[in-house]
């Protein structure tokens, strides 16, 4: 029998807009029904429009004066981006949360983005340091807190600076430990950068531990005919309470991490139980792959050089 899964009291957010990324269906859609419920204005930027509508519609059954709307965002796509954030921007109004929340996971086979990226660290990472990086006047506005969802692969592997793209060997993987990792030191050093520059939004990370989640089931558009063996062992432990977090529970780092009056930014929040694969959120210790200062600058250099979107350099 599965335990009752923790909980945590989130704010009232009346009158902020929040933005979650890859809120269609699992993690997401749990944080955007949770923040619409408490007063938000949910935009939900999501790359399947059909979808979206359904999860839409079921926010809107258990709240149905929740303020929620759809945009069209397909993160490996950096003309989608632009698009979407082009959209929002002449809407004009600025952005209180934003949870970077979208992301693929291990494609057998080495795929690449519309823009020729390694599948995973152009979702993962660069389709999100682009947004962020188009977004930033609405964020700055809005004062925003950034909540960047990275993964416990991120304490894994490393980044391979000599073959970013994975095109010598592919290793699904390790490309995925990469772009967590790689998306986590953008995280870090935007927290830094916004800090050093006066840009007034705070950045942090979130973690979901392990939960029976889409990320590793049947995905036939990243070549993934079945679900993984992993995943439904991942389900039959997690309905029975074992080991696994359910959505319910993997969402709530993330949600602590965007809205509770005691989460900082620049660090580190994931679930506090055994190995942190799930439990009520608590603040972690940085993965020592995240440590770098060097290395966050770095992987910020060549993000901007691979997106061709840039971020203001010192205070303006």
Do not use: C
């Not at 258990?62 to 954030?85: G, W, Y």
């Not at 823009?115 to 925003?144: C, I, M, S, W």
Request: hydrophobic share 40%; net charge positive; proline share 6%.
């Amino acid at each position: 029998m599965a335990k009752t899964p923790p909980d945590i009291p989130v704010p009232d957010l009346t009158g902020k807009l929040a933005v979650v990324t890859g809120a269609s269906d699992g993690v997401g859609l749990g944080l955007a029904t949770r923040l619409a419920a408490t007063g938000a204005e949910v935009i939900m930027p999501v790359r399947n429009p059909r979808k979206g509508e359904a999860a839409l519609a079921k926010i809107q059954a258990k709240h149905p004066d929740a303020a929620i709307s759809l945009r069209e965002l397909d993160l490996s796509s950096l003309a989608s981006v632009a698009a979407v954030a082009d959209q929002l921007v002449e809407e004009g109004r600025p952005i209180h949360l934003l949870v970077n929340n979208a992301g693929v996971m291990t494609p057998p086979e080495r795929q690449t983005t519309k823009d020729g990226f390694e599948l995973q660290l152009g979702t993962n990472h660069l389709g999100h340091f682009a947004l962020v990086a188009r977004l930033l006047p609405l964020l700055r506005a809005g004062k925003a807190r950034i909540t960047s969802q990275i993964s416990i692969a991120a304490d894994q592997h490393a980044i391979n600076w000599d073959d970013l793209q994975w095109e010598r060997r592919y290793n699904g993987n390790q490309a995925y430990s990469q772009s967590k990792i790689a998306f986590g030191l953008f995280g870090l050093e935007l927290e830094r950068r916004s800090r050093n520059g006066g840009w007034d939004i705070t950045s942090n990370l979130s973690h979901p531990g392990v939960t029976p989640t889409n990320l590793l089931a049947a995905r036939p558009e990243v070549g993934r005919g079945r679900d993984t063996t992993m995943v439904r062992v991942i389900r039959a432990l997690s309905a029975r309470g074992i080991l696994f977090g359910t959505v319910e529970s993997a969402l709530l780092p993330a949600l602590h991490a965007a809205t509770s009056p005691s989460a900082e930014g620049g660090h580190l929040y994931g679930p506090s139980g055994l190995r942190h694969l799930s439990g009520p959120p608590a603040e972690q210790k940085l993965y020592s792959r995240l440590r770098s200062e060097d290395d966050a600058r770095r992987i910020w250099k060549i993000s901007e050089e691979l997106t061709d979107f840039h971020f203001p350099a010192g205070r303006n």
